[in-house]
């Protein structure tokens, strides 16, 4: 009976002390968050006066108005928009068909090409900004949105590529062997059984890249100069001048920025999920 | 329905031979069994009927069509997976009616087929499932379902049942058997597993290393194995194969004695002999033909297999039917029925006596 009872309150102890150290890395984890949000609300005047008070004595949406009304704010969301969902799109689009042919076929070049993709992996992207910045002027493309979604694009590719591979080998190929006895052409095949099973893992590629597209700074900073071309990230910077740093509008603005991400997990979470434990075939 | 043919069938992979000069004719409606261990070829044979591999050499024809280069889609066959293979984002019932809604029948017809076939199989109450909420009986019996559907020429299985468990494995088994009495269509069936192709086969076609060994009726093969691969792979438990050296009265056995097997004559020179477990007996130690020490018995209840360690030998099976009570370390007589003796050679064929 003791011996029940004490392997009981150690189970007990076991379980809290697990939510505890989830609950300190929650924490852990948010509390930026909860600072951005905190002085975002924070009227001006105040800002400097509470120190750092868990809550300010006012609060006011002051920096939200300012922040949509009278800066270029919502320039920068729309052309992070734009570059963030094309680059999520083109990469999900060139990943999907290179992971596809990576995983099923055989070809002359395969392994070089494995290992070209790799390469591109291993150099910090310090050192491609100065020849990156010479093509893009050459080409013309400096200061365009475009320029943003190429390199985005080019850089995303190979990383992405090795996820939507990892994807496509999880789908066995007797199911498309079997569509192409029941009647497919391989494209077919590839529409009907393959793509709609790897859903979650196009979706999956498309946040991380947007994700990715969404928050790039260097980049940004060196290709585009003019206000109505900055994305969200560069554009952020407008708020700290050469007289000091507006505070409560950058977290406004920052706490505005987190909602498009925020929206696009909560929209991708469930094939996530589905994802990870739907069961093809044997079990 | 249709004949399925191959003539001087190579397949490599690269510089890797995986299947070489296969010659078979398979008659409409036979029920064939490729059968060898992992690594013969047998499935990659299988896959190349279905269009899935290309052939490197030679011919394959359905019916009067040489299909060499036709595409899987083109070759109306039906093919069931080890894995089963549903589509798991597809219910049942969609699942069966797949290859009718590629070809676009209409709805109507769609649906009484997939009625009709999922009648046959007793899977009416599982039609708007998915297949992950099906057992591996169940899903194995879909796949059966989603081949029957369409009518094809030729049904082509690939160990469709190693992946059931031992009780509905067998069930299944005579469930594919009666399918085949009631379709009588042509089917090719791929297995490691000897009992499945003694007990489905119209003929067995035993595989070795990427070439066709023998070719026989299940009867045949056990009877009248061409080699000693097949010998030892066709029988449960498998045939006992020991040295043999010949003297002048016939071959001898250990302890000194002799055994002449049918048709021995003095010019054969085997260099092993083989005989299965049930063509042995137990008998008095005088009367016996070679004697050993019983090691283990394993009781099945309607047969009792005696490993016997004979002198010089690999411990040889014995069978006996009904429960016999065999201690072991007991000493044992063995005595052969010399008409079910079987010789062979160095490179490992059958020799046939002079009388048989």
Known sequence: MTTLSITHSKRIVASLARTLALACYVVFALFPIYWLGKIALTPSKELFKNGTAWWPDSTTFEHFTTVVLHTDFLVFFQNSMIVSVSTAFFVTLFASAAGYAFSRFQFRGKNIAIFVMLLTQMFPLLMLIAPIYRIVSGLGLHNSLTSLIIVYTAFNIPFATFLMQSFFDGIPRDLEDAAMIDGCTRFQALRRIVFPLTLPGMAATLGFVFTAAWSELLFALMLIDSNEKMTFPSGLLNFVSKFGVDWGQMMAAGILALIPSCLFFIFIQRYLVQGLTSGAVKG | MAEISFSNLSKNYGSIEVLRNINLYIK??????????????KSTLLRLIAGLETITGG???????????LEPRDRDLSMIFQSYALYPHMDVARNMGFSLE?????????QSLVAKAAKTLGLEDYLDRLPKALSGGQRQRVAMGRAIVRKPRAFLFDEPLSNLDAALRIGMRFEIAKLHQKLGATMIYVTHDQVE?????????????G??????????????????FVAKFIGSPSMNIVPASQSDDGIELPGGK???PGGWSKNLNPVQLGFRPEHLSLVEIGKADCTGKAIVTEHLGSDTFVYVDVK???PVIVRQRGNSNIQSGTELGISFDTSRLYMFAKDGKTIRGTDT
Do not use: H
Request: charge should be negative; glycine fraction near 10%; hydrophobic fraction near 35%.
């Open chain 2, 59 to 69: 011919e394959i024809s359905i019916g009067s069509q040489i299909v060499n280069d």
């Open chain 2, 28 to 41: 409409d409606g036979e029920f064939i069994v490729l059968v060898g261990p992992s690594g013969c070829g």
């Open chain 2, 211 to 228: 070439e066709i060994e023998q070719v026989g009726t299940p009867i045949d093969l056990y009877e009248q194995p061409q080699t000693l």
């Open chain 2, 312 to 314: 010089g030998w690999d």
């Open chain 2, 258 to 260: 002799t055994v002449k």
């Open chain 2, 102 to 110: 590629i070809r676009k029948e209409n709805k109507d017809k769609r």
């Open chain 2, 197 to 209: 192709a003694m007990t489905l086969a119209d003929r067995i076609v035993v595989m070795n290393a």
